[in-house]
């Protein structure tokens, strides 16, 4: 969605939004998921994402690249900065959903010889805890992965090692205790 079609004092539910006229600001509401800023240094378009592991399976990176190529935006002029969200030791999937993204965000079709990276106690139903085998999924490393794969230099690429999960007096994190609160960030053009 473009800034400008947004109405003023109004949120707007997209995954992202791109400024398309000068002096906007840009917000994005995360927890866990990565807030993603793009900036052409040369024409000063600006655009934020809201993207998570499901986003990165729909390639939405790639998408907003697209949006990029269509303002005439050169890739050397492309800056990116990945800011605060959860770390791969925090962000644990079962094999199948790790599976399934490799194969959708990655394109890869792999044979998981995966090593249990670590062993969560889970509540069953019945109230029993059951051992449950868990396996770390890096959300950074994939996004970071998608935007060399549409040739954005790795010097123009900023990743924030903050994790939402791990700092709990600056972030909130969905993951660590069911909050419905959020973070904003933004962008300015």
């Known amino acids: 969605m473009f800034g400008s079609h947004t109405e003023e004092g109004t949120k707007t539910d997209a995954d992202g939004l791109v400024g398309n006229k000068c002096n906007q600001n840009l917000w994005v509401y995360t927890a866990d998921c990565m807030p993603i800023f793009f900036a052409d240094k040369r024409t000063r ?5 809201h993207c998570g592991r499901k986003g990165l399976e729909k390639k939405i990176i790639k998408n907003l690249v697209k949006i990029f190529d269509n303002f005439g935006t050169s890739r050397d002029d492309l800056l990116v900065a990945i800011g605060p969200a959860i770390s791969k030791e925090h962000y644990l999937v079962d094999k199948m959903t790790l599976k399934e993204f490799y194969r959708k965000a ?9 090593t249990k990276t670590k062993k969560d106690l889970c509540f069953s139903d019945s109230n029993h805890f059951k051992e449950q085998n868990l396996n770390q999924l890096d959300l950074k490393r994939s996004a970071y992965r998608q935007l060399l794969h549409e040739n954005i230099p790795y010097t123009n690429i900023d990743i924030s090692n903050l994790c939402t999960y791990k700092f709990k007096n600056k972030f909130n994190s969905w993951r660590r205790s069911k909050t419905i609160s959020r973070q904003w960030s933004l962008i300015c053009s």
């Open 106 to 114: 990655e394109n890869k079709n792999i044979t998981l010889k995966l």
């Open 45 to 49: 378009n600006v655009a934020t994402l």
